[in-house]
């Protein structure tokens, strides 16, 4: 018999070593894999990607991928959870996976601005058509179903503006329509509310996540995640998902997994300093109208009290209608702490001026507007800031 030493190449490759098992530590392991090895061709044949009782290959799932998808799952009060690289995938995972030429989805005015130019567009172009209603009004949503109307997406908050709709009114209306229910759920975060269990008996079919938001919480990482409790819905959106090849890096994954302890921790100290700068703002002779639904007199707030225990660090601002545009634009250049950028719920304080006219079919409101996202700088800083851009920019 051969003593030979093997070559290194194959040596490294091969080697025989292999950890003992049984370690544990406060974050789980690190799996980076597209091949799966199997022990043998029986395991190889046995094995099934539909579910996690074991691997078959990277992008069906590795233990670190299926860990963030229970603890999402979890958060979310769902059963079952899918990971996609953004939070628009999650919209356009459901979109592909339930809709097909003939079909008919219902989109809040309000809702996402991606999420309305993918209907527009390339589900307008695959024969799925679509409509707005208002989501402030259960009655323009009952008018706007039709015998082709297959999904209904929901948003609480709306996207910018900030209304928050009567969610068990809405759902209610679908579910005597027999229509799926699906809710853009970045802004509740799982932490708002629960969108599996809205009271009444009513929850919504799906909840897609923005992980990149909260869960992520560092502004650094781009995932989603949609979310079920029902099986055959969850296998119809898996097997889309298998089809459109969708999977999420290991080191992202394990960024999302590092965050996830202290999501409620920076959820409500970020709830806590955009309640008060948005106080602030309400004060300000300058503002038409504020813009947050845990705030008496904005838009649902009636309904985010009925529905909620929390609410993002998120809010906006309304200008007077005679203050130029180009005055509030002079004004975000001047901030200094808030830095002009989308997305929200990382560490750092942003600020957007948005332009309704283009965002709505029938704005409310015909002043700039300026949404601020909390980060976790010290709130009375973030009010001088506010303070020194107000002068500087002679608002």
């Not at 027999?178 to 009513?202: C, M, P, S, V």
Request: hydrophobic share 45%.
């Amino acid at each position: 018999m051969s003593t030979k030493k093997p070559d290194p190449a194959t040596a490294l490759i091969h080697h025989p070593y292999r950890p003992p098992e049984g370690f544990e530590a406060p974050q789980p392991g690190v799996f980076k894999a597209s091949t799966v090895i199997f022990p043998n061709v029986a395991a190889l044949r046995a094995r099934n990607w539909k579910s996690k009782t074991g691997y078959t290959y990277g992008l069906h799932g590795t233990p670190t991928t299926f860990t963030l998808e229970e603890r999402i799952a979890t958060l979310e009060g769902g059963l079952q959870t899918l990971l996609v690289p953004s939070g628009l995938a999650s919209i356009a995972l459901v979109d592909m996976a339930l809709l097909k030429a003939g079909d008919e989805l219902l989109i809040p005015d309000n809702a996402y601005g991606p999420n309305k130019e993918l209907a527009r567009n390339e589900l307008a172009g695959w024969g799925i058509t679509h409509r707005f209603y208002d989501p402030m009004d259960p009655a323009s949503l009952a008018a706007a179903i039709t015998p082709a109307t297959r999904l209904v997406w929901l948003e609480a908050a709306g996207s910018v503006t900030m209304e928050f709709p009567d969610l068990r009114a809405l759902v209610r209306i679908a579910r005597e329509r027999g229509i799926l229910a699906a809710l853009d759920n970045t802004w509740g975060a799982g932490i708002a509310f629960d969108a599996f269990d809205l009271g009444e008996g009513l929850a919504v079919d799906i909840s897609a996540h923005a992980l990149t938001k909260y869960p992520s919480g560092g502004g650094d990482v781009l995932m989603g995640a949609v979310t079920t409790r029902d099986e055959a819905l969850h296998l119809k959106l898996k097997f889309a998902h298998m089809r459109m090849g969708w999977g999420v890096g290991a080191n992202d994954a394990e960024a999302v997994l590092r965050a996830l302890p202290s999501l409620p921790l920076r959820y409500a100290a970020q709830d806590a300093a955009g309640r008060r700068l948005a106080q602030w703002w309400a004060a300000q002779p300058q503002v038409a109208q504020l813009l947050h639904p845990a705030l008496p007199g904005s838009p649902g707030h009636a309904h985010w009290a009925s529905h909620c225990r929390a609410a993002a660090g998120l809010f906006s601002v309304v200008f007077h209608e005679h203050i130029a545009a180009e005055r509030v634009d002079a004004f975000v250049d001047a901030l200094r702490l808030f830095k002009l950028g989308y997305s929200w719920a990382g560490p750092v304080s942003l600020a957007v001026p948005y332009a309704l006219g283009g965002m709505r079919q029938r704005p409310a409101w015909k002043g700039a507007l300026v949404r601020f996202s909390l980060g976790l700088e010290n709130v009375d800083d973030l009010i001088a800031d506010c303070e020194q851009a107000l002068r500087a920019s002679g608002l």
